[in-house]
């Protein structure tokens, strides 16, 4: 191909026009399927070329470019290479985050149905592109944009720091459905018992006030002795005569019954559904222990509670339920740990280990990488235009 080239340049030199050149070309047979090309040309080549375009520009949108991260005034080969390396660090980060914080997103779009993915992929998508642009703008720092860079060595940190705190809530997400599912169906359990409670607090005046009544007459009763003339009188209309201690007083109508009695009716009264409930939830709760699984044993005790919050595979019908769960379950990990108990994060602390120092590594590299002098003279526009000079005076020479 060289050799072909270089005969092309010597039978071509001595043709004084264009219009003379195409006529040579086209008269002369070593040229023929120069001709035939492009008299003919491939029908394919033009899909394909657009194909070829298409692809790189959806490369460029999630990739970081490694020619962003230097100028055009003076570039070497060293640069080349490492912003190569600069640019892949960030691509591989970004890459990275995006995949473990797509179960998030695809939880916080659960109830758009098929468009879940579709929606969590796009948002993800732009996050990673704004990720690589603000690594971008940071690498192009240069006397004049200073304050833009820093801004977007801003965004560049923050957002590499966010995504890698969500990769550890992501991963929850991902690997641990049942445990999800089961620290749900146990505060479902505690809500059921703080509901039993509350039939306690209902608001009864009758009962209210016949107990003050009764605590009333007990401090006077109290407060006389013995031989003091009201006390057999106080004492018959708290709890009747002394000799009716052992009396069934349930038959007897509630407004005859002494003041005490009443108090006590109308406390039974009011506490039976509170009692009734209590004593049904302790006994069903002997089967929560028999059975060692909260999800199980509110599907068999409180079944209508269990299917308006879980599929009948058991995970959770809410995808934001869910996420939260997965924060809190991350934050309480967190809030326990010890140096003896790094184990107890499992596959969410690796993941975030490693979304850290992946992010991390790639911010440092890349915040060094705009300090460098061979980049700060690649955007230098004194550089470049030296450059052009020189080269427009080697021009004219040749």
């Not at 491939?42 to 790189?56: A, D, Q, V, Y």
């Not at 970081?64 to 230097?70: E, L, M, S, T």
């Not at 009758?206 to 013995?226: D, F, P, T, V």
């Not at 184990?343 to 993941?351: H, M, N, S």
Request: hydrophobic content about 40%; aromatic content about 10%.
């Amino acid at each position: 191909m060289t050799k072909r080239i270089k005969n092309y340049y010597l039978d071509t030199a001595s043709i004084p026009d264009i219009d003379a050149l195409i006529t040579y070309i086209e008269d002369n047979p070593q040229y023929s399927d120069i001709v035939e090309e492009a008299k003919n040309p491939k029908k394919t080549s033009e899909k394909e070329n657009k194909l070829t375009k298409c692809g790189k520009n959806i490369v460029n949108l999630v990739i970081a470019n490694p020619k962003d991260f230097y100028g055009r005034a003076l570039v070497s080969k060293n640069l080349e290479q490492h912003s190569r390396i600069t640019a892949g660090s960030v691509s591989v980060s970004s890459f990275f985050n995006f995949f473990m914080n797509n179960p998030l997103l695809f939880y916080a779009f659960s109830s758009f149905g098929i468009f879940s993915w579709l929606c969590a992929l796009i948002t993800n998508g732009l996050i990673l592109r704004f990720t690589n642009l603000c690594a971008t703008a940071t690498s192009a720092r240069k006397r004049g944009n200073r304050g833009w860079s820093n801004w977007a060595l801003g965004g560049t940190i923050s957002l590499n720091l966010l995504q890698s705190l969500v990769s550890g809530v992501g991963t929850e997400l991902m690997l641990n459905q049942s445990g999800l599912s089961q620290l749900k169906a146990k505060e479902l359990i505690e809500e059921q018992k703080a509901r039993v409670e509350e039939l306690k607090n209902l608001d009864r005046p009758e009962y209210e006030e016949a107990k003050a009544l009764c605590e009333g007459g007990e401090r006077e009763l109290n407060s006389l002795n013995r031989g003091h003339p009201r006390w057999d009188s106080l004492y018959v209309r708290l709890y009747g005569q002394w000799g009716e201690q052992k009396k069934d007083w349930s038959r007897v109508p509630l407004e005859q019954l002494p003041v005490c009695r009443q108090s006590e009716r109308l406390r039974t009264e009011a506490f039976k559904g509170y009692e009734t409930a209590k004593a049904e939830l302790e006994e069903k709760l002997l089967d929560r222990n028999r059975l060692g699984d909260d999800l199980s044993f509110l599907q068999y005790a409180f079944p209508v509670v269990h299917n308006a919050n879980f599929k009948p595979n058991g995970s959770l019908q809410s995808g934001i339920e869910a996420s939260r769960l997965a924060i809190l379950l991350f934050i309480e990990r967190f809030a326990r740990l010890d140096v003896q108990n790094m184990a107890a994060l499992g596959f969410p602390g690796l993941f975030l280990l490693l979304s850290l120092l992946t992010s991390g590594f790639a911010c440092a590299m890349t915040i060094q990488h705009s300090k460098r002098e061979d980049v700060q003279m690649s955007f230098n526009d004194a550089v470049q235009q030296q450059r052009d000079c020189l080269l427009e005076e080697l021009r004219q020479q040749l």
